[in-house]
T-cell receptor, first 116, second 114 residues
Framework: EAGVTQFPSHSVIEKGQTVTLRCDPI?????LYWYRRVMGKEIKFLLH????????ESGMPNNRFLAERTGGTYSTLKVQPAELEDSGVYFC??????????????FGQGTRLTVV | AQSVSQHNHHVILSEAASLELGCNYS??????LFWYVQYPGQHLQLLLK??????LVKGIKGFEAEFIKSKFSFNLRKPSVQWSDTAEYFC????????????FGAGTRLFVKA
């Protein structure tokens, strides 16, 4: 069974440019999460999809970040325009939705974003 | 707000030493608790989890954790570490705050000297 895959694995962009990160969850997983880890700090929650709906986007830093999950399959996270402080590793995770949170999340390998 | 606190950011041990990593969370309701591990160059992966039942849970590679509800704690233990346990360990909590999301602690980097 394929795991959670993220693309690209690395991205280096200039300040002001746009970057789109993609996450393909495990097939059948309704829950999809985005997290970010800035160098040396904790893994911070960004948002949570259940199928195509945004369940919780309380962690999104500002309106330069836009996440979508059309059709409830893969998800994209767009940063436009990128700023230096957006640099970090962006993780995606997916899990089954049994309605009680008692399922483990499976993580992708992360996308390392560097804004210069 | 829900939060997870890990007591140590860096731990250095010699092989065969015992390990205990502290984790406390702040949420008064029913919680699901996890420890994840990230080995160098690899994905985050699940080490063990607690949903209900016996508060002493056993995970992979000889790790175990004890849920103490009264202390809001879920400490990770291993009686005898190996060099291959060098990794970063994350405690995480999943609770229903109008929808479930997993909140992570800041992580503990463990280095085991051979």
């Amino acid at each position: 069974e394929a795991g959670v895959t993220q693309f690209p694995s690395h991205s280096v962009i200039e300040k002001g440019q746009t970057v789109t990160l993609r996450c393909d969850p495990i097939s059948g997983h309704d829950n999809l999460y985005w997290y970010r880890r800035v160098m040396g700090k904790e893994i911070k929650f960004l948002l949570h999809f259940v199928k195509e709906s945004k369940q919780d986007e309380s962690g999104m830093p500002n309106n330069r970040f836009l996440a979508e999950r059309t059709g409830g399959t893969y998800s994209t996270l767009k940063v436009q325009p990128a700023e230096l402080e957006d640099s970090g590793v962006y993780f995606c995770a997916s899990s089954l939705n049994r309605g009680q949170g008692d399922t483990e999340a499976f993580f992708g390998q992360g996308t390392r974003l560097t804004v210069v | 707000a829900q939060s997870v606190s890990q007591h140590n950011h860096h731990v250095i041990l010699s092989e065969a030493a015992s390990l205990e990593l502290g984790c406390n969370y702040s949420y008064g309701g029913t919680v699901n608790l996890f420890w994840y591990v990230q080995y160098p160059g690899q994905h985050l992966q699940l080490l063990l989890k607690y949903f209900s039942g016996d508060p002493l849970v056993k995970g992979i590679k000889g790790f175990e954790a004890e849920f103490i509800k009264s202390k809001f704690s879920f400490n990770l233990r291993k009686p005898s570490v190996q060099w291959s346990d060098t990794a970063e360990y994350f405690c995480a909590v999943n609770a229903n705050t109008g929808g479930f999301k997993t909140i992570f602690g800041a992580g503990t980097r463990l280095f085991v000297k051979a």
